[in-house]
């Protein structure tokens, strides 16, 4: 008898039993119990605030906490989609010299995404919430036209949860473009390390995540975190590698 094939829903279903799983029994490996407490003040701000804006070093668990969050919101219905989203702003070589259409030349900018996804549930998971469409890409020179959330019929919010990273590689001007973006019922984590910027800046000229910061971090609703080199949770020579970049 040929066996019979599982729903979505049931195989989400068990999607949802293997995070909650791996959760404790990767618990340490992953830093979800966090290594200091500023991780854990920003895992709680991103949870009580509609933007949520985060500015730190490589190895502060910036981009992994945000996805943390949004696969609890997306498990207990709180969002019906992540979105996931990047400035295309190349540092040297151009897009154009990798290999693929566009849209596997963009993938290739959301790897960082995809590997720390992958860390928490496993390839299987990742690949149904791709093909199911839970987890979307969508670069941010595209997104002019889009508004990421709304309501459903009943009138209950129908939200995304937006993570944004590299944004130290916006304009002011993009970074308008992504916040005006935001739905009702939606959740934005923008993120980024501000020591790295591929912009070519006037002088004086500030880069979208250090204007949004100033301009919008104490309207209500909105949060902000600054990791230094001390919130460094890898491995300690890449810590004093760091540092020497600072001096």
């Given at each position: 008898?040929?066996?019979?094939?599982r729903?979505?829903?049931?195989?989400?279903?068990?999607?949802?039993?293997?995070?909650r799983?791996?959760?404790?029994h990767?618990?340490?490996?992953?830093?979800?119990?966090?290594?200091n407490?500023?991780?854990?003040?920003?895992y709680?701000?991103?949870?009580?605030n509609?933007i949520f804006?985060?500015?730190?070093?490589?190895?502060t668990?910036?981009t992994?906490?945000?996805?943390l969050?949004?696969?609890?919101?997306?498990?207990?219905?709180?969002?019906?989609k992540?979105?996931?989203?990047?400035?295309?702003?190349e540092?040297s070589?151009?897009?154009?010299?990798l290999p693929?259409?566009?849209?596997?030349?963009?993938s290739q900018?959301?790897?960082?995404f995809?590997?720390?996804?992958e860390?928490?549930?496993g390839?299987e998971?990742?690949?149904?919430?791709?093909?199911?469409?839970?987890?979307?890409?969508?670069?941010?020179?595209?997104?002019?036209g889009?508004?990421?959330?709304g309501v459903n019929?009943d009138?209950?919010?129908?939200?995304?949860?937006?993570?944004?990273?590299?944004?130290?590689?916006s304009?002011?001007r993009?970074?308008?473009?992504?916040?005006s973006?935001?739905?009702?019922g939606?959740?934005?984590?923008i993120?980024?390390?501000?020591d790295?910027?591929d912009?070519?800046?006037?002088r004086?000229?500030k880069?979208?995540?250090?204007?949004?910061?100033?301009?919008?971090?104490n309207i209500n609703?909105?949060?902000?975190?600054q990791?230094?080199?001390d919130?460094?949770?890898?491995?300690p020579?890449?810590?004093?590698?760091?540092?020497s970049y600072?001096?």
């Open positions: 008898m040929a066996k019979k094939k729903t979505f829903n049931q195989e989400f279903e068990e999607f949802e039993d293997i995070v799983e791996k959760k404790v990767l618990g340490y490996r992953l830093n979800l119990k966090f290594k407490k500023k991780q854990k003040e920003y709680v701000g991103i949870k009580s509609r804006l985060t500015r730190g070093s490589a190895g668990g910036k992994i906490i945000a996805i969050a949004a696969l609890e919101m997306l498990k207990d219905g709180s969002i019906k992540i979105l996931i989203t990047k400035p295309i702003v540092s070589s151009s897009m154009g010299f693929g259409d566009m849209t596997t030349k963009i900018y959301m790897v960082s995809y590997s720390n996804l860390k928490i549930i390839r998971y990742l690949n149904i919430l791709k093909q199911e469409g839970l987890i979307v890409e969508v670069p941010l020179n595209f997104m002019r889009n508004t990421f959330g019929e009138g209950t919010p129908s939200g995304y949860f937006i993570i944004a990273d590299e944004m130290q590689n304009t002011v993009e970074m308008k473009l992504l916040i973006r935001l739905g009702e939606s959740t934005m984590v993120m980024g390390d501000t790295q910027v912009l070519r800046l006037a004086n000229e880069n979208g995540l250090d204007d949004a910061v100033d301009r919008i971090s609703g909105v949060g902000n975190i990791f230094s080199d919130d460094i949770v890898r491995d020579f890449l810590i004093e590698i760091m540092k600072k001096s």
